[in-house]
């Protein structure tokens, strides 16, 4: 007698399905993980860039504009998922995505803090000096 029977066949699927099963959500949540660590240090990146541009640059409404030259073409393109806005003592940068939250990027930078709807953010406190 050569060959399998089909009892053997589905129990090798069973088996195969079961370790797909159980490694596609390890999967996901590694990306997951990852994407949020890319948004983490691109809101670290655009925080030095804004204190760069405020401070060095003497800019006290910094834009999402202002921050382009801090970055190559390659980088630029990742400026269209954040916005900031200013207030008198404070520029806050935020993540406008929907797929990241607070909570997440905050295990990478710790400065991150949440919006009012669980987005990413920085909230940099400047002083006008001159």
């Known amino acids: 007698m050569k060959g399998f029977t089909i009892i053997e066949l589905l129990i090798v699927l069973a088996v195969i399905a079961a370790?797909?099963?159980?490694m596609v959500p390890i999967g996901i949540s590694t990306i997951k993980q990852a994407h949020s660590t890319t948004v983490a240090l691109n809101l670290s990146k655009l925080s030095i860039a804004a204190m760069e541009e405020f401070y060095l640059d003497h800019?006290?409404?910094?834009?999402?504009?202002?921050?382009?030259?801090y970055f190559n073409?390659?980088?630029?393109k990742i400026l269209?998922?954040?916005?900031?806005?200013?207030?008198?003592?404070c520029i806050y940068i935020w993540y406008k995505g929907e797929d990241v939250n607070a909570s997440m990027a905050n295990r990478v930078f710790s400065a991150?803090?949440?919006t009012d709807d669980g987005k990413p953010m920085v909230c940099l406190t400047v002083k006008k000096y001159w």
């Open 80 to 89: 269209k998922n954040y916005e900031v806005k200013n207030a008198s003592d």
């Open 19 to 22: 370790l797909i099963s159980t």
């Open 59 to 69: 800019n006290a409404s910094v834009t999402i504009e202002d921050l382009k030259p």
């Open 73 to 76: 073409a390659n980088q630029r």
């Open 112 to 114: 991150v803090v949440a």
